[in-house]
């Protein structure tokens, strides 16, 4: 529950955001001159930011449509992604976003339009190439959907963009507005999927393997196009054992039709941001596990990679055909 | 450690009777302490504020984490006398900087924003709460805390109807008595925080024996330190005797690498 919600003066009276209050009636309403000044100050500690994290309500400035890394391809030739929303309601020990923001709190772009305006003139320029946006990069695409209707409204764009697809990546399972709308064939809904014991343990708040599952399974029956997303795959004694538990659950409920890609990917991280997230969690298993720094990149040691990424590589091309498979290096 | 921070004494007597708290020195700053708090009178404006709050720290010796509460007296248009305020937003009036002191639900009963002023104010232009010292008092307490330790309340001690000259020691001294189950209410909730905190943080045991009994450079009491973390995140059976037998610091350094290598990664 958000107690305390933020709002920049210069959208204290957009319609979204007295939208968005009509649903807190009871949270606690400052106003800021911008959000920086909440959320990117020195001095606060996300872990503990964490337990009760306030709601922003900010506009975005600049930099609505960005290049995606590398890593991100799922078989556009150009791809790009933007973030409507900092932050994320689930708690992932293994989340890049606790290394690289000072605050836990989520801060909320309402200006929708200018990142929509911003993908058709990305899409208008590439005309001759298809582009993938990816959504899910500093937020999960689908978690505060309820309060931030943003899917509802990007929907539509999509509708009309021949050449480009969106990627929602999610663990959440607040799907209800895709399946009360028809389905758009160039939206992939992408579930980030780990072990039960990796959920139970490194996933603090969000919804069960199964939770997910379920939630494919419904979007399946709709028609829509899913992505399965195994990035980070996470080392342990017995991750085969888990792993293939995992992959057989999936590919038992999941239609190879149904699956637009598959990505897999192992755990790496920026140095800085690892020393951040250690200095939050001094005593937090995974960061206790022997990781080797290369390139200013933290990561499971080249034997551990290659050892877990073939294993997991060969249980998904017995499901799959590799042109849905996408390896993130 | 939790540490107080009052301009005036009339705002502070109430406290440290409350608190039973002694009188530790007076020569720069008066500062009252017990085993859990300090408070320190830091005199009216915001230098007098910086000042008292560095030299409380400095006194304290420097601890690594301490909880920071300023409770004075302010003015506001139309707030009753009396009445205690969480401020959620402080803004320096001279420089317009504005810092955001952290929310707790279970504090929020009255909470507003708050403008500090270079000389007491005699009428009250914005909604806000007027007095002197509190944008000092944040931009101080988050050189040393996070902003989850620090919280600014203040007690309405003068508005429209009964302006600032009216205010004397007596009144003052009244109204913080009056609200002192409140401040006592912050008191704890900050003192929760910073239990947990210290919890979470705090140096293990481990490494304070590790550098009582041998001698490490500076590199190697990184080392040391993540060495423990390493150890306590993977091993139910972390205890000092396993490493007691070490000869130097090389060798502790070595023991524990190997008593972590034996460690299963299990989920």
């Known amino acids: 529950m958000i107690s ?78 933007f973030s409507h929303m900092m932050n994320c309601i689930y708690d992932c020990r293994y989340c890049f976003l606790q290394g690289m923001y000072r605050s836990a709190n989520y801060v909320l772009f309402v200006n929708y339009e200018d990142i929509f305006d911003d993908i058709r003139q990305v899409a208008k320029q590439n005309t001759d ?7 899910g990069y500093d937020c999960d695409s689908l978690a505060l959907e309820p309060v931030t209707k943003f899917v509802e409204n990007a929907l539509p764009l999509f509708d009309q963009l021949s050449n480009s697809w969106i990627e929602l990546r999610t663990k959440s399972t607040q799907i209800r507005g895709l399946l009360e709308r028809p389905v758009v064939n160039n939206c992939v809904v992408a579930f980030s999927l780990s072990p039960d014991n990796v959920v139970s343990s490194l996933e603090e708040k969000a919804p069960s393997l199964e939770k997910r599952i379920d939630a494919m399974i419904k979007l399946q029956n709709r028609g829509w196009p899913l992505g399965l997303r195994f990035d980070p795959i996470i080392h342990s004694d017995n991750y085969q054992l888990h792993y293939t538990e995992m992959f057989n659950r999936i590919f038992s409920a999941i239609a190879v039709e149904s699956i637009h890609s598959v990505s897999l990917g192992n755990f790496r991280m920026p140095e800085k941001f690892f020393k951040n997230m250690v200095k939050l969690y001094p005593k937090e298993k995974m960061f206790a596990d022997t990781l080797v720094s290369k390139n200013a990149m933290i990561s499971y040691s080249e034997f551990v990679e290659k050892e877990m990424m073939s294993f997991c590589e060969e249980k998904i091309l017995e499901a799959i055909p590799r042109e849905k498979y996408f390896p993130c290096h | 450690m939790l540490y107080i921070v009052c301009a005036l004494h009339c705002e502070a007597k109430p406290i440290i009777d409350f608190y039973k708290l002694s009188i530790e020195s007076e020569a720069s700053f008066p500062v009252f302490s017990n085993q859990h708090m300090g408070l320190i009178v830091a005199g009216i404006g915001k230098i007098s504020v910086a000042a008292a709050m560095a030299y409380l720290y400095a006194r304290g010796g420097e601890k690594k984490h301490i909880a920071w509460l300023n409770i004075g007296i302010a003015g506001h248009r139309t707030f009753p006398l009396g009445c205690l305020i969480n401020i959620n937003k402080v803004t320096d009036e001279s420089s317009q900087v504005n810092w955001y002191p952290a929310r707790y639900s279970e504090l929020m009963e009255q909470s507003s924003s708050l403008i500090t002023v270079e000389h007491p104010v005699e009428s009250y232009d914005s909604l806000s709460v007027y007095e002197m010292e509190a944008s000092a008092f944040m931009a101080t307490a988050l050189r040393f805390s996070p902003v989850e330790l620090i919280q600014v309340i203040k007690v309405i001690s003068d508005n429209e109807e009964h302006h600032v000259e009216r205010v004397d020691k007596v009144l003052v001294s009244n109204l913080i008595t009056e609200n002192l189950p409140k401040i006592d209410e912050t008191i704890k909730c900050l003192n929760a925080q910073l239990g947990q905190y210290c919890e979470t943080y705090d140096d293990s045991i481990i490494y304070s024996q590790c550098e009582k009994n041998w001698h490490f450079t500076q590199y190697q009491k990184k080392s040391l330190s993540r060495l423990i973390q390493r150890w306590h995140a993977l091993s139910d059976n972390v205890s000092f005797s396993l490493i007691s037998q070490c000869k130097d610091a090389k060798s502790v350094i070595k023991t524990l690498e190997t008593l972590i290598s034996r460690c299963s990664i299990e989920y």
């Open chain 1, 129 to 135: 190439h298809n582009c993938y946006f990816f959504s």
């Open chain 1, 4 to 81: 305390t919600i933020y709002i920049e003066e210069e959208v204290i009276d957009h319609p979204r955001v007295k939208e968005i209050l009509t649903r807190f009636k009871q949270a606690e309403i400052i106003v800021c001159r911008h959000y920086g000044e909440i959320f990117n100050r020195k001095s606060q500690n996300f872990r503990f930011q964490k337990k009760n994290p306030a709601l922003i309500l900010a506009k975005k400035q600049k930099g609505f449509v960005l290049p995606a890394p590398d890593a991100y391809a799922i078989g556009g030739e150009k791809n790009f992604y």
